[in-house]
């Protein structure tokens, strides 16, 4: 269950609880005139099931309460209330397969901001992972993939093509780019660094290391791979199960591919750097193309789940 709290401008406030009371999947309706103060208006409050809460709150924002009062919503850990039961019971679907479209565009807007947090995870991230290649060692690599935060990008770039929302779109691409680009250059020092140091040599790099040369030698597997991952981290990304996305950053070598670059770079191995080069932008295509199209099918399947709810209440 979702819980909604909404300032209100009083002459939309009997809107506003109309539509409310006719969303199916919505309980516990709680409104308290005059108590809101900035801005001024009616306190109103609600809890709904995922599955409808899309369609409330896109005709809350319709009602223009976004821009002239304020909408809140957050997840509630436990209800204890035979009605909540019962408004899930009546909501059309499975709460884990509900896809709140306002909350994923919030969020893919904020994970794709190109702050210096974001850049700072990016770059050391990228700087384990090449520590990583060039010990030919696996943990590090799997570190790296954990920690780099170029899913959140990604899944605005999905976003936005199912919303059509180009400003979206263009800030998601803009975070990847110059995420990645000033990443492999830090660390391209970062490996010139460490070779002053004797830490890294073009010997390592050149070396068989069975656990990380597949990161610049890419193949079908590392399409596949990519495909799948991507609708797996969509998916956790709408739904209640979000712990997964944990294992779906560590099953892509996004950050690994640009670490390997960068190494080879500050060497001049440019096979090398090519190869890795050709297996990021594999891995970033995969994503994005498996993303959008699971976006697409649970945009498709809900739509279809409403419309049969809706002839179902026309003929009760």
Same mark, same amino acid.
């Given at each position: 269950?979702?819980?909604? /709290?909404?300032?209100?401008? @009083?002459?939309?406030?009997?809107?506003?609880?109309?539509?409310?009371?006719?969303?199916?999947?919505?309980?516990?309706?709680? !409104?308290?005139?005059?108590?809101?103060?900035?801005?001024?208006?009616?306190?109103?409050?609600?809890?709904?099931?995922?599955?409808?809460?899309?369609?409330?709150?896109?005709?809350?924002?319709?009602?223009?309460?976004?821009?002239?009062?304020?909408?809140?919503?957050?997840?509630?850990?436990?209800?204890?209330?035979?009605?909540?039961?019962?408004?899930?019971?009546?909501?059309?679907?499975?709460?884990?397969?509900?896809? #709140?479209?306002?909350?994923?565009?919030?969020?893919?807007?904020?994970?794709?901001?190109?702050?210096?947090? $974001?850049?700072? +995870?990016?770059?050391?991230?990228?700087?384990?992972?090449?520590?990583?290649? !060039?010990?030919?060692?696996?943990?590090?690599?799997? &570190?790296?993939?954990?920690?780099? @935060?170029? +899913?959140?990008?990604?899944?605005?770039?999905?976003?936005?093509?199912?919303?059509?929302? @180009?400003?979206?779109?263009?800030?998601? %691409?803009?975070? %990847?780019?110059?995420?990645?680009?000033?990443? #492999?250059?830090?660390?391209?020092?970062?490996?010139?660094?460490?070779?002053?140091?004797?830490?890294?040599?073009?010997?390592?790099?050149?070396?068989?290391?069975?656990?990380?040369?597949? #990161?610049?030698?890419?193949?079908? +597997?590392?399409?596949?791979?990519?495909?799948?991952?991507?609708?797996?981290?969509? %998916?956790?990304?709408?739904?209640?199960?979000?712990?997964?996305? !944990?294992?779906?950053? #560590?099953? !892509?070598?996004?950050?690994?591919?640009?670490?390997?670059?960068?190494?080879?770079?500050? $060497? &001049?191995?440019?096979?090398?750097?090519? &190869?890795?080069?050709?297996?990021?932008?594999?891995? %970033?295509?995969?994503?994005?193309?498996?993303?959008?199209?699971?976006?697409?099918?649970?945009?498709?399947?809900? /739509?279809?789940?409403?419309? /049969?709810?809706?002839?179902?209440? /026309?003929?009760?």
């Amino acid at each position: 269950m979702l819980h909604l /709290r909404m300032i209100v401008p @009083p002459d939309r406030t009997p809107a506003a609880i109309e539509l409310i009371e006719s969303t199916v999947g919505t309980t516990h309706l709680v !409104v308290l005139p005059g108590a809101a103060r900035d801005p001024a208006g009616d306190v109103v409050m609600c809890d709904s099931a995922r599955e409808s809460a899309d369609e409330l709150l896109h005709g809350l924002r319709d009602m223009k309460i976004d821009q002239d009062g304020s909408i809140a919503v957050e997840s509630i850990d436990l209800s204890m209330s035979t009605r909540a039961d019962a408004a899930e019971e009546d909501a059309p679907g499975e709460g884990a397969d509900a896809v #709140i479209w306002e909350q994923l565009a919030e969020a893919t807007h904020e994970e794709s901001s190109l702050s210096f947090t $974001y850049l700072s +995870f990016m770059g050391l991230a990228t700087m384990i992972a090449a520590c990583g290649v !060039v010990l030919d060692n696996a943990i590090l690599i799997v &570190g790296a993939m954990a920690v780099g @935060p170029e +899913f959140g990008p990604l899944a605005g770039v999905c976003t936005a093509i199912v919303q059509r929302a @180009p400003r979206l779109a263009a800030r998601s %691409l803009t975070a %990847l780019l110059i995420g990645f680009a000033s990443a #492999i250059l830090a660390t391209t020092l970062f490996s010139l660094v460490m070779d002053a140091m004797n830490q890294f040599s073009e010997d390592m790099l050149d070396a068989a290391r069975p656990q990380t040369s597949f #990161i610049w030698q890419p193949d079908l +597997f590392s399409f596949v791979v990519a495909l799948l991952a991507g609708a797996a981290g969509t %998916l956790s990304l709408t739904s209640s199960k979000s712990g997964a996305l !944990v294992g779906v950053a #560590i099953s !892509v070598t996004t950050v690994p591919a640009a670490a390997n670059a960068a190494v080879a770079l500050s $060497y &001049g191995e440019v096979g090398q750097m090519w &190869g890795s080069i050709e297996q990021l932008l594999l891995n %970033l295509l995969g994503i994005m193309l498996a993303g959008t199209a699971t976006l697409f099918v649970q945009q498709r399947l809900w /739509r279809t789940q409403r419309g /049969r709810l809706k002839r179902r209440l /026309r003929r009760g």
